[in-house]
């Protein structure tokens, strides 16, 4: 080997590493760490804040719901989008209001995909579910995707319980007092009503109330909520039973009551009213006040 290959080789530079972070000798003689550490250290807090960056860029050009939506375009085109929906579970409710939340929802999951027909992972299927729940007859809602192109809507309705008359609306309600929809006079159902504002939640008290007299249960007509704070019974029959205000009072009252007209038959006689609102007392109304008693006329004999 020359002297000229010799030198030409030990002239030659060496490859460069990566840049390192580091910490100027002066510094790093202040902290209460060696320079290698303290490297170590500078290194990955360098590392932590080009990290962030990166994120920063990723959430502003908004990669991450780009990417979603290309991928779900791409599915879509792949032949997994919505041709269709059925609807099951109906009963009472009608079709047409939730037609128009699912449709409304294809529509928006189409346009965002930049398609003709909604890919099925763009739906949100928890949109459609929420909104169906703000329906007063629904009482919850399944939406299923059924591959390859339908959905289901599942719908579970709540059963109408009573009527309920306030400020001269009818509306059907079910036992925990949820308005259903409103109902014309001439189509009520056959169902107990509840009459005044704030009766309809007191539904499911009252239900529980008759059900401890079953005798005078069938024979309720309606039932008035006074002054938020009790109720007046209105039977079949014609009478009236006011009750005390609350729920141990009216309960132990018309229990009594009920115990009294099963022995006396006290309803169906033409009484127009029984008040029963002071304790141990039953207070009786007749159609006709009573005249008082005429002494007799002395005879002239």
Do not use: C
Request: hydrophobic share 50%; aromatic share 4%.
């Amino acid at each position: 080997m020359s002297a000229a290959h010799v030198r030409r080789g030990a002239g030659r530079a060496k490859p460069r590493k990566g840049a390192k972070v580091t910490v100027p000798k002066k510094i790093a003689k202040r902290l209460p760490v060696d320079q290698a550490r303290a490297n170590k250290v500078a290194g990955l807090v360098f590392a932590a804040f080009m990290l962030a960056i990166a994120l920063v860029v990723v959430m502003a050009l908004d990669l991450p719901a780009k990417a979603e939506r290309g991928a779900a375009a791409a599915v879509g085109h792949a032949g997994f989008t919505v041709s269709g929906y059925q609807i099951v579970g109906l009963a009472h409710m009608s079709r047409a209001p939730v037609d128009a939340v699912v449709t409304d929802e294809l529509r928006r999951a189409a346009d965002e995909a930049g398609t003709d027909k909604a890919p099925q992972a763009l739906v949100d299927t928890s949109a459609i579910r929420q909104r169906l729940l703000q329906f007063g007859w629904v009482k919850d809602a399944r939406i299923l995707r059924r591959l390859p192109d339908t959905l289901v809507i599942d719908i579970v309705e709540r059963k109408p319980a009573a009527l309920w008359q306030s400020q001269g609306e009818l509306a059907l309600i079910d036992s925990d007092g949820v308005v259903l929809d409103r109902v014309p006079v001439d189509r009520m159902p056959d169902l107990p009503l509840l009459i005044g504002p704030g009766a309809n939640a007191q539904a499911r008290d009252l239900a529980s109330l008759m059900a401890d007299v079953p005798t005078l249960k069938p024979q309720l007509a309606s039932a008035t909520w006074v002054g938020g704070r009790r109720w007046d019974l209105n039977f079949q029959s014609g009478e009236t039973v006011a009750l005390p205000e609350g729920d141990v009072a009216a309960r132990d009252a018309l229990v009594k009551f009920a115990r009294a007209d099963k022995q006396s038959s006290l309803l169906g006689h033409g009484m127009l009213r029984f008040d029963l609102r002071v304790p141990g007392k039953m207070i009786v109304r007749l159609p006709h006040p009573v005249e008082p008693a005429l002494p007799p006329k002395p005879q002239v004999g």
